[in-house]
């Protein structure tokens, strides 16, 4: 007597919190929209560095942006931001606004305020 064919397990349904868009960019091309639209924004002295999976973006000092094509991700006085990796327009203005903040004691690299 044979056993029958055992049923295939389903995956769990992933949670809101892992959940990922369907669309995947090259993270190089993301980090280079975003370069260009900052730069359209009057924000000069930006900086990136993009490898098959990942990419970073230094804006000014305290604000770094990553993607991993399909999250843009940043952490800016202490609140995490994540914006779709498709929304380089939106992502551009709202960090070309923060870049413009004072710096803060708080976010300075160095500690102090000069």
Do not use: F
Request: hydrophobic content about 35%; aromatic content about 8%; glycine content about 4%.
């Amino acid at each position: 007597m044979s056993t029958p064919p055992a049923r295939p397990r389903r995956p769990p349904a992933p949670s809101a919190a892992v959940a990922r868009p369907i669309t995947w960019y090259r993270p190089a091309d993301i980090s280079r929209e975003l370069v260009t639209l900052l730069r359209t924004h009057g924000l000069t002295h930006v900086y990136w560095s993009a490898y098959t999976h990942r990419a970073v973006i230094s804006v000014a000092p305290g604000l770094t942006i990553w993607t991993d094509g399909y999250h843009l991700t940043w952490i800016c006085h202490g609140t995490r931001t994540t914006l779709p990796a498709c929304d380089t327009s939106h992502a551009a203005e709202h960090l070309a606004r923060l870049a413009r903040q004072p710096t803060s004691p708080a976010t300075s690299p160095r500690g102090t305020s000069r």
